[in-house]
């Protein structure tokens, strides 16, 4: 495969869900135009986020879209040629999850549900259960939302599913105390940040951040999308402000190049780790994450 142009969107989106596929449709444009072939938008981008982190009753959320539905088979028709990630509130019959999704215009190619739920989240959405990789036209995705990449579980397992590229969509807002009155200088942005970074410098993949921009009821988003080399190294990245954060790698190469002298999915010692973290299923993980 030759060297992959790749997208992480920083952006602001609200309730107006036909104003938010507007935004989105120029934002494929614009990305399009850019040659990119994988471009990964924010958490939420279809339909807003919540206006606040309290559980607040009197918010009826975002819109629940259902993963078949026709607002999906439009992100669909949009991407085209490119593959397309997006975040939504998906519509589970019994139960509202906070999702993503990827799509080409072959239609839906994955659908993640948020497993952690930070705060008063779970107020509004159920959990999901579980992380998984799946194949794409630009390679093999793994996906997922926000307060997922604060656990290290969650990318091991893509990663170990034969992930290459990881793609964390957010609406990871500012710090809720002490806010610092320049954002770039925020404790909450500094987690973002390193949480990108460790993600895919532990795991040795390609790693793709998309956050909210600006404000939404009482959230301050960091913005800060990026593009990080299985190196831990931020390749691209948009600041935290809205914008774009474009960069063009080889990935199966970048894989190799990282992982050609210390390995670190392959010198494992799964047996070491006890229970604490499941020497069984970390010993099954490890043989299909050889096979990625």
């Known amino acids: 495969m030759s060297a992959l142009r790749m997208a992480a969107v ?22 399009r135009n850019e040659d990119v072939r994988l471009l990964a938008l924010p958490e939420a981008c279809l339909g807003g986020y919540l206006l606040s982190l309290d559980g607040d009753a ?8 259902a993963v078949d539905g ?12 490119m593959v397309v990630i997006a975040g939504y509130c998906e519509d589970g019959g019994d139960a509202r999850y ?9 239609g839906v190619l994955g659908n993640h549900r948020k497993v952690h739920q930070p705060l008063g989240e779970n107020a509004s959405y159920a959990s999901g259960d579980g992380f998984h990789a799946f194949d794409t ?44 009155p320049d954002l770039e200088r925020d404790r909450w942005k500094r987690r ?6 460790a993600r895919a410098l532990e795991n040795q993949i390609v790693w793709l951040s998309a956050n909210q921009a600006g404000t939404f009821g009482s959230l301050r988003f960091v913005g800060s999308a990026k593009v990080v080399d299985p190196g831990g190294e931020i390749v691209s990245a ?35 780790y006890g229970t604490a973290y499941g020497t069984a299923n970390g010993t099954a993980n490890g043989t299909a994450g050889l096979a990625g």
């Open 98 to 106: 906070n999702s993503v999704v990827c799509v080409s215009g072959d």
């Open 58 to 65: 009197a918010d009826a959320g975002p819109p629940p879209l």
């Open 238 to 272: 948009t600041g935290v402000g809205p914008g774009m954060a474009v960069a063009e790698i080889d990935v199966p190469r970048a894989l190799e190049t990282a992982r050609r002298s210390m390995g670190h999915l392959r010198d494992r010692r799964p047996e070491a």
């Open 192 to 197: 973002f940040d390193l949480f990108d970074r």
């Open 137 to 180: 036209p630009v390679g093999r995705i793994g996906m997922m939302i926000c307060y997922d990449k604060a656990f290290p579980e969650a990318a091991r397992a893509l990663a170990l599913g034969g992930a290459q590229i990881g793609v964390c969509v957010s609406a990871w807002p500012g710090s809720r105390t002490n806010a610092a």
């Open 10 to 31: 920083s952006a602001a989106f609200g309730r107006d869900l036909g104003e938010d596929v507007a935004i989105v449709e120029r934002l494929v444009k614009e990305a």
């Open 70 to 81: 026709p607002e999906i088979r439009r992100l669909a028709a949009l991407a085209g040629d």
